[in-house]
């Protein structure tokens, strides 16, 4: 595990192949798994603000704000496009945790922490980020960027260099 600027960050996010393959999966992060996406109160009230769905979110059994579902299964923002599941909400305020997914946040204490959530679903983006030789932080630049800050981002790559030297 290591520390970029008081995150701390799983050697998966660092090492592993990612790039996801919708052609494959067709969306299913947004209709499989038994809760909706992690979200803030923040990004509820932006939600909110845009959407006419109600209600938004809710506290999952474990005390979690997620996403609220449909017949406890599908996001409520998931449309179907071309025999895909894509989010409605997609270029605007889309919830954080589903930008960075499969890099979930965890409390660590109280720091926070990011791991690699693995899924079945998702085995062809494993697939496809080794042929295309694309690494888990090196997909989702942007989200993370958009998280945590260029800074941060630029130290996290550095970080990965510097691994990735001693490993050889």
């Not at 995150?7 to 052609?23: A, H, S």
């Not at 989702?140 to 960027?145: N, R, V």
């Not at 800050?149 to 996290?156: M, N, R």
């Amino acid at each position: 595990m290591f520390d970029i600027d008081g995150v701390l960050v799983t050697l998966d996010i660092i090492e592993k192949y990612f790039c996801c393959d919708l052609e494959a999966c067709k969306g299913a992060c947004c209709v499989e798994g038994d809760a909706g996406a992690p979200v803030t109160d923040e990004e509820v009230v932006r939600i909110e603000a845009v959407s006419p769905i109600r209600p938004v979110a809710y506290k999952d059994p474990s005390g979690e704000l997620v996403t609220s579902i449909i017949d406890g299964k599908d996001c409520v923002f998931a449309t179907h496009k071309n025999g895909c599941t894509i989010c409605s909400l997609y270029g605007g305020p889309e919830p954080i945790s589903c930008r960075l997914y499969p890099i979930r946040e965890v409390r660590v204490g109280k720091r926070v922490g990011l791991e690699y959530h693995r899924w079945d679903i998702c085995h062809p983006a494993q697939v496809k980020g080794r042929k295309n030789k694309i690494r888990l932080y090196q997909f989702l630049k942007e989200p993370l960027i958009a998280r945590f800050g260029q800074t941060w981002y630029d130290e996290l790559c550095l970080t990965a260099d510097e691994w990735f030297k001693q490993s050889k």
